[in-house]
């Protein structure tokens, strides 16, 4: 080979090692984005499923709260029944607190003083 000849084979042959550096870096690329994309909508899928799991066990736990809630609401107007009563008692036992003293000034003498 001669001189010419050996400078178009290096030419060549570097040329084509370029043209396929480019065409598998181009690939690789292309490859690279599409399993980025499908995973991208894999874990959007399962974030959108979590969040719907939590959604639905928080409604879950809110309802539970509002059941527990009516009760206590429930339970403390029984309370305010119960208060009732025990206001009431205490009025009677002011009065008969007030007619044992008075029993208790006229039988013993106490008035006349």
């Given at each position: 080979?001669?001189?010419?000849?050996?400078?178009?084979?290096?030419?060549?042959?570097?040329t084509l090692l370029f043209s396929m550096?480019?065409?598998?870096?181009?690939?690789?690329?292309?490859?690279?984005?599409?399993?980025?994309?499908?995973?991208?909508?894999?874990?959007?899928?399962?974030i959108s499923g979590l969040r719907a799991e939590t959604t639905a066990?928080?409604?879950?736990?809110?309802?539970?709260?509002?059941?527990?809630?009516?009760?206590?609401d429930a339970v403390d107007s029984k309370f305010d029944v119960v208060h009732s009563r025990i206001d009431a008692m205490s009025a009677r036992l002011d009065g008969l607190d007030r007619d044992v003293q008075a029993l208790v000034k006229r039988t013993f003498g106490l008035d006349r003083e």
């Amino acid at each position: 080979m001669n001189d010419a000849q050996t400078w178009t084979v290096i030419g060549v042959v570097s040329t084509l090692l370029f043209s396929m550096l480019g065409v598998v870096s181009t690939l690789f690329v292309r490859i690279l984005r599409t399993e980025i994309g499908g995973l991208r909508g894999e874990m959007v899928a399962e974030i959108s499923g979590l969040r719907a799991e939590t959604t639905a066990r928080f409604d879950a736990v809110n309802s539970r709260f509002d059941a527990v809630n009516s009760r206590f609401d429930a339970v403390d107007s029984k309370f305010d029944v119960v208060h009732s009563r025990i206001d009431a008692m205490s009025a009677r036992l002011d009065g008969l607190d007030r007619d044992v003293q008075a029993l208790v000034k006229r039988t013993f003498g106490l008035d006349r003083e």
